[in-house]
């Protein structure tokens, strides 16, 4: 086998959009792959559905309504929620480690790109799917009864606390997938990152009848701060949650301070993943 | 003309002190094809990986079609392709996919990506196989699409770290006729990395022999083998090789390219004919337990330098 080729031609650069273009491409590369492993898509969703439509109407219909106005079913399939976003951005970051072990990266290592863009890539599929599957559940909740109180315009509050909380929770898994050298271990650091913290992150119960040691370290977890905003929106009205975190009487303003931590929780986590990234890319 | 590819004292200490790369120079003209040849932990992969920016210098400097691999690695990444020693291809997608998101990310326009996907793999024989998830490819219908890949945006330098290493025989050899297809074709340098002797001589133009992390000998394959003449004389012996050397020396059989390792004494023969110093040794009465004589290779060339033999280090 002989290979005759056509003399080269020079391959030109586009300089506006060039960045866009190569993000696209990207994503729509992690979209294919995740795509391509339903198991990514499906596996996390098992769990908070159960939870939203099993658990949550059976603990709601032992515990009743525990606080005025507030379904303690409702309460807690917004809960579900909160255990959704941190599983399923945690499996996503097994992707990376695929791509490290046996998959394209050290190709994307080599192209003329920023090599941000790749984790930006990771982050935004794994940013829709969570989006997606978290539709999916508060649409099964709701099918199972829940019974939310929301506006159009105090849903923003739902969404902004979850999308900050997936976004941070990606730099977290992008982090550690370039730091632990085998999936294995990886596997096995997920629950201790995604399931223990929502333990303590007034999931099942209001973050005041913890004791008060462990309710000041809930305070310091981005989860707490992010159900709480999701309760604000879909649910508690009156900001009862967030009054547990800072004890003020504007909702709005505790609100604003709460989506405050979190999108500083997703900043960070993700400039983090993007330097641990870049620095694990170049020996 | 500028060189495609400038290595001025490149080093590279890993964490722990060890010393892939000291300090190499070397230069590659446009169009050349140039070897690092030398066994595995020789510095070859290292040298590829810094220039490639996948590997941060820890001194020195090195240039790609003028662009600095430290200073503009951007640029200096969109003028190269590489071809890596491990496979390295998202094995869910298929093979056009690949190639799709290689073109896009290298910022080739998508018409003229798909014409030369098409010219690509129809010049490797892989067309009929770009609809199949690359996980069902074969190992060196996978290697054909990573050549392909890397050629698909015209790179100026093309780099090939051990392209054939793993493979069988019969692939190997096509592969290799593939590669010459492309030096005999294209306007376009390939710095190719290997320990096998035969793809150095058969590809390339220039080789640098690299043994641990230097570059011992830098010249093309046929002046580095007119050292050894036309013909060499090895043989194994039962007493002290020196000795026997020392004695072969003394009667102008052997002279100062003439070596020996363990047991063997390899003779260059430069003006001394075959028969000759056969008929010279058995005179001397050395109890040679064999004699054979040969052509040289680069194998003979790497030996004298370094004193281990290539294959084996390998």
């Known amino acids: ?283 | 003309m500028e060189p495609a590819v400038e290595v001025h004292r490149l080093t590279k200490t890993y964490p722990g002190g060890v010393e892939a790369v000291k300090a190499v120079d070397f230069a590659i003209e446009p169009g050349e094809v140039f070897g690092l040849l030398g066994p595995n932990g020789a510095g070859k992969s290292t040298t590829i990986g810094m220039l490639t920016t996948t590997i941060e210098p820890t001194s020195g400097s090195a240039r790609l079609a003028g662009h600095d691999v430290i200073d503009e690695p951007i640029a200096a990444r969109s003028v190269s392709g590489v071809v890596f020693q491990d496979p390295v291809v998202d094995r869910g997608l298929t093979g056009r996919r690949n190639l799709q998101i290689h073109a896009r990310l290298w910022g080739v326009d998508p018409t003229r990506a798909a014409e030369r996907i098409v010219e690509l793999t129809r010049a490797f024989g892989i067309e009929e196989l770009l609809g199949r998830p690359v996980s069902s490819y074969s190992g060196g219908e996978r290697r054909r699409l990573e050549i392909a890949r890397a050629l698909l945006s015209d790179p100026r330098v093309l780099f090939l770290d051990e392209p054939t290493v793993g493979l069988d025989p019969r692939i190997r050899y096509e592969l290799l006729d593939l590669i010459g297809g492309l030096r005999a074709a294209r306007d376009m340098t390939i710095l190719l990395t290997t320990h096998y002797l035969d793809e150095a001589e058969r590809l390339c133009d220039r080789v640098a022999i690299v043994h641990e992390g230097r570059v011992v000998a830098l010249d093309a394959p046929g002046a580095l083998l007119m050292a050894f003449g036309r013909e060499i004389v090895e043989l194994r012996v039962g007493g002290d090789p020196a000795e026997v050397l020392d004695a072969l020396r003394s009667r102008g059989v052997a002279n100062g390219d003439a070596f020996t390792i363990g047991s063997s004494v390899t003779i260059p023969l430069v003006e001394v004919a075959s028969r000759d110093a056969i008929a010279e040794i058995h005179r001397l009465g050395v109890a040679a337990e064999s004699l054979t004589t040969r052509t040289p290779t680069l194998d003979d060339v790497y030996l004298r330098l370094t004193g281990s033999r290539l294959d084996l280090a390998a």
């Open chain 1, 1 to 283: 086998m002989a290979a005759t080729l056509a003399a080269p031609s020079v391959a030109v650069p586009r300089p506006g959009g060039r960045r866009l273009a190569a993000l696209a491409t990207l994503t729509r590369r992690r979209f294919a792959l995740t795509a391509h492993t339903p198991r990514e898509l499906f596996v996390p969703l098992l769990t908070p559905i159960l939870f939203a439509t099993v658990i949550a109407p059976a603990l709601g219909k032992t515990v009743g309504t525990f606080a005025p106005g507030i379904d303690y079913m409702t309460f807690v399939a917004i809960a579900t929620a909160g255990l959704l976003v941190p599983l399923n951005t945690m499996f996503s970051g097994i992707g990376v480690i695929v791509d490290r072990e046996s998959g394209a990266r050290r190709d994307m290592l080599a192209a003329p790109i920023q090599r941000s863009l790749v984790v930006l890539g990771n982050l935004a599929v794994a940013f829709a799917i969570t989006a997606l599957q978290v539709v999916a559940l508060v649409g099964a909740a709701v099918l199972r009864g829940a019974d939310f109180h929301t506006s159009a315009q105090s849903a923003l509050w739902f969404a902004a606390g979850a999308g900050f909380l997936a976004i941070g929770m990606y730099g977290v898994a992008e982090t550690l997938a370039n730091r632990v050298p085998r999936v294995e271990e990886y596997i096995a650091a997920t629950p201790a990152i995604a399931i223990v913290p929502w333990f303590f992150a007034g999931s099942l119960f209001p973050l005041g009848t913890l004791p008060v040691g462990l309710a000041w370290f809930a305070r310091f977890l981005p989860l707490t701060h992010a159900l709480a905003l999701m309760r604000y929106g879909l649910l508690d009205r009156q900001g009862t949650g967030l009054r547990d975190i800072w004890g003020m009487h504007s909702a709005t303003l505790m609100a604003m301070l709460s989506l405050a931590v979190v999108a500083a929780f997703a900043v960070a986590m993700t400039l983090i993943s993007i330097r641990v990234f870049t620095r694990s890319a170049v020996r």
